[in-house]
């Protein structure tokens, strides 16, 4: 059986692979024994993108995949493509099995079906199509081909192929990654676009075979790349897209082209027009405000406690274009979009000038103008005459306008003199601090009695109210309590105090927790052994960074924290009468600009004084801050692993 894979367009066609059998594709591509620890292998992956002038697009992808391990053949018992129905339509036009006994089975597309996706919090429609393969093999392999067309983010959906035309009508983008879980042997990416629509195209994070050819009215762009390999991942490092090879393309001309679009098509819509309840509503909140930023903050921590965070579709107005605030409102519920456009809302009808954004959470956006986005956030213009970013999603509870989690990230504002791309900066380490005071007792028989004093801010704040925030009251001291037991079981809380966890914008967050630990210290005749309880890692669950593996000595990639943070230790501990100090762990000065850590104990009027302050100065790192960054946490950490001993 003999196939031809090629790309056809105007008569010519353009051979992605040699003329061959698939059977014999499949013979020769390789096994396990080749590819180890890979379950499939991807022998080839052909996709063919049509633009047509208004931006509506035909997609053919073309794939063929090999079982190299039986959890491979179980993963692909099932062929799935996912779609939004309201702006793609996708279709299973051929699907093939090759035996590895040489038997070929085609597989009736009349039996796929069509099922609503999987879906958490956010409910707009998904489907996926599924076709059963059956029972597979080891080198059996999997030939399909389907057939898209549309684009991915739902908007104002029409009749016929009108509601598949991008919401940026005539324009186009794409994001490809030529990266997978599994080996590539092939990939093909071509796209025809109209000669007066030519292509901005950048491939990222390495190399790939290019050609572009001028067809009639069309340009066609083809890239390639072959042997494609897995990326081993590390620990904590930045999304895969930021380091793996990707490319992107686009018609529109910049980012402040797409800026005046995402600022009109809302402006049209109407998205931001206030009624009545809502105008009462916003004097209601605003009443007895004492300035400009008070007022923000008001308005924005009404948007981020009173919407919930639950999306279900709701016809015109998904993907780009926002809901109307009124729908929002009477609704009380949407996704981040709708909590956006809540606050634009309120904030117009406060006076203030207010615009949506668009960013990306998780991962880097590229300079290529290809819409790189997952979430939706405000910018409002203040008295400097500036525009600060606002994120009603991410700050509930929080206290902060904007989630500094957030620090590092792109963004593009949707106003109205457009705007470039940018980047969200640094949040001082000192603005998410966590402070733990200890002051405590040991006696003879090694049991430690005192109080620990916990104090946040910022990020570290809203990490140790979640104690709090989650759970039912009746389980508060419960959660405490568990911070102490998870490092020593036998400890006894006697009381806690806390600042109201409830009202965090009146109050940062602070904890007194009374204890008394039996068998605190190792007691063996006159000699004790312990590790004071503030250097022990309590609390550990809310400094970020002792979550790290630091075995590792080199990285080859960015990493990421949750947030920057500082972290300052101080307890001093009444000793019983001590003869002689047998080990003490020497006090650490570990400078950098990533991170630091400086730490160590003194001896004072018969208490042990300890203290310690680590700084870590970002949310992403490069490669080349690891080695201060994993200074800082080992600085930290020896604390931890080595004891004080003490002779009575």
């Not at 292998?41 to 208004?54: A, G, K, P, W």
């Amino acid at each position: 059986m003999k196939t031809l894979i090629l790309f056809l367009f105007t008569g010519l066609f353009s051979t992605v692979l040699a003329q061959t059998s698939i059977p014999d594709l499949v013979k020769k591509s390789g096994d396990a024994s080749v590819y180890a620890g890979s379950d499939q292998l991807i022998i080839f992956d052909s996709t063919i993108v049509d633009m047509q002038e208004t931006g509506l697009t035909y997609v053919l992808n073309h794939t063929l995949t090999k079982v190299l391990t039986s959890h491979g053949a179980l993963e692909l018992n099932v062929v799935k493509y996912g779609y939004d129905p309201l702006s793609a339509f996708v279709e299973i036009r051929k699907a093939v099995i090759y035996k590895s006994d040489g038997r070929v089975i085609e597989l009736d597309v009349q039996k796929v079906m069509d099922y609503p996706a999987p879906a958490r919090a956010i409910y707009w429609g998904a489907r996926e199509k599924m076709l059963e393969t059956g029972r597979l093999e080891v080198g059996d392999a999997v030939e399909v081909i389907m057939f898209r067309k549309g684009f991915t983010y739902a908007l104002l959906s029409s009749d016929d192929d009108e509601k598949y035309i991008p919401p940026m009508k005539g324009q186009f983008y794409d994001i490809v990654e030529f990266f997978n879980a599994n080996p590539v042997k092939n990939k093909v990416y071509q796209i025809k676009v109209p000669a007066d629509k030519p292509l901005q195209y950048e491939f990222y994070n390495g190399e790939a075979q290019s050609s572009c050819w001028l067809i009639k009215e069309k340009i066609v762009y083809t890239f390639s790349k072959k042997d494609i390999l897995p990326i081993k991942s590390e620990p904590r490092m930045v999304a895969m897209s930021d380091i793996a090879p990707k490319l992107l393309v686009s018609t529109t001309a910049n980012w402040n082209t797409k800026s005046t679009w995402f600022f009109k098509v809302n402006e049209d819509f109407g998205s931001f027009t206030a009624n009545k309840e809502i105008n009462d509503k916003v004097d209601e909140i605003l009443k007895g405000a004492l300035n400009e930023m008070d007022s923000v903050s008001r308005l924005t921590h009404w948007c981020a406690d009173e919407i919930r965070y639950s999306g279900i579709s709701m016809g015109c107005g998904e993907g780009f274009t926002l809901h109307k605030g009124a729908m929002t409102f009477t609704d009380r519920c949407g996704v981040c979009k709708d909590k956006t456009g809540m606050l634009i809302t309120m904030l117009r009808a406060a006076g203030f000038k207010s615009y949506p954004a668009m960013t990306m959470a998780g991962s880097r956006i590229d300079y290529i103008p290809a819409d790189q986005f997952n979430h939706c956030v405000t910018v409002v213009k203040l008295n400097d005459g500036k525009y600060h970013l606002l994120d009603p999603t991410w700050v509930p509870y929080l206290r902060e306008l904007w989630s500094s989690a957030e620090q590092q990230q792109q963004y593009l504002m949707g106003v109205p003199e457009g705007a470039d791309l940018a980047t969200t900066p640094l949040s001082d380490p000192e603005n998410h601090y966590i402070k733990i005071d200890g002051v405590s007792q040991l006696q003879e028989n090694g049991t430690l009695a005192g109080r620990i004093t916990i104090t946040a801010e910022g990020q570290s704040d809203a990490a140790i109210r979640g104690l709090f925030k989650y759970s039912n009251k009746t389980t508060w001291f419960q959660n405490i309590e568990r911070e102490l037991l998870r490092v020593w079981p036998q400890a006894k809380v006697t009381q806690v105090k806390y600042t109201d966890p409830v009202d965090y914008l009146k109050y940062n967050i602070w904890l007194a927790i009374d204890y008394s630990i039996p068998e605190f210290a190792l007691v063996s005749g006159k000699t004790l052994m312990f590790t004071p309880l503030s250097a022990a890692e309590v609390f550990k669950t809310f400094q970020g960074q002792l979550s790290f593996e630091t075995g590792l000595k080199e990285r080859r990639y960015a990493f990421r924290d949750r947030c920057s943070r500082q972290v300052e230790i101080n307890e001093s501990i009444k000793l019983p009468e001590v003869k002689k100090v047998i080990r003490m762990a020497e006090s650490i000065n570990k400078e950098g600009t990533a991170a630091s850590y400086r730490g160590g104990y003194s001896m004072t009027n018969g208490s042990l004084l300890f203290s310690g302050k680590a700084i870590f100065s970002k949310r992403v790192y490069e490669v080349q801050d690891w080695p201060e960054f994993k200074a800082a946490v080992d600085a930290q950490n020896r604390f931890t692993e080595q004891p004080v001993v003490i002779e009575l």
